[in-house]
């Protein structure tokens, strides 16, 4: 089974500082995603990878920044927190596909509260 | 740019009763179109895909969607309810709004099922 764990269900932090939330998957997928979930709003992607030290920005990348120095592990980086940065971070993977269909794996979540 | 919409942000219905949850897209190609579903306090789990094979799609725990081109719909349904389905239902399609390139994936607002005793 594909796994994806991220490495903390739950983290409280302080404004300004700076917040690391990191994913592993063990499958060899070459993408990886970072999400947050937000009640009535659905899962937003944040930036994505195709592959080692690659990234893109997707739809809300503003305040984040992401770090791929292997291919198994995604790093998502809040630099300096805000409160409006409080959320639910799901990160996920795949392997490419070109022909549609690729399903997306997800981790459980890491459940942020900045205050 | 490709989207979805979730017709319903709450659906209730018995335990025993068909359940429909309501999905439109908008897609400028051929879509691919998934549902996925979230019980409380778990990750994000496949029910289905739809990649241009068959119309009508089976997934697990024995929900199925269809897919209709003339109505861009993808609408989800079951034919009994059953308490274990009380969870969180996201629509979604491939392909991004401005990121997450061929194999991003397009989330719907998502639609939360009560299910009633």
């Known amino acids: 089974d594909v796994k994806v764990t991220q490495s903390s269900r739950y983290l409280v932090k302080r404004t300004g500082e700076k917040v690391f939330l990191e994913c592993v998957q063990d499958?060899?997928?070459?993408?990886m995603f970072w999400y947050r979930q937000d009640p009535g709003l659905g899962l937003r992607l944040i930036y994505f990878s195709y592959d080692v030290k690659m990234k893109e920005k997707g739809d809300i990348p503003e305040g984040y920044s992401v770090s791929r120095e292997k291919k198994e592990r995604f790093s998502l980086i809040l630099e300096s927190a805000s409160t409006n940065q409080t959320s639910m971070y799901l990160c996920?993977?795949?392997?490419?596909?070109?022909?549609?269909?690729?399903?997306?794996?997800f981790g459980p979540g890491t459940r942020l509260t900045v205050l | 740019a490709q989207s979805v919409t979730q017709l319903d942000s709450h659906v209730s219905v018995s335990e025993g009763t068909p359940v429909l949850l309501r999905c439109n897209y908008s897609s400028s190609y051929s879509p691919s179109l998934f549902w996925y579903v979230q019980h409380p306090n778990k990750g994000l789990q496949l029910l289905l895909k739809?990649?241009?094979?068959?119309?009508l799609v089976k997934g697990i725990n024995g929900f199925e969607a269809e897919f209709k081109k003339s109505e861009t719909s993808f609408h989800l349904t079951k034919p009994s309810a059953h308490m274990s389905d009380a969870a969180e239902y996201f629509c979604?399609?491939?392909?991004?709004?401005?990121?997450?390139?061929?194999?991003?994936?397009?989330f719907g607002k998502g639609t939360h099922l009560i299910i009633q005793p």
């Open positions: 996920a993977s795949s392997i490419p596909d070109g022909q549609g269909g690729n399903e997306q794996f």
């Open positions: 739809y990649t241009s094979a068959a119309t």
């Open positions: 499958m060899d997928h070459e993408n």
């Open positions: 979604v399609v491939r392909g991004g709004n401005s990121g997450g390139g061929a194999d991003g994936l397009t």
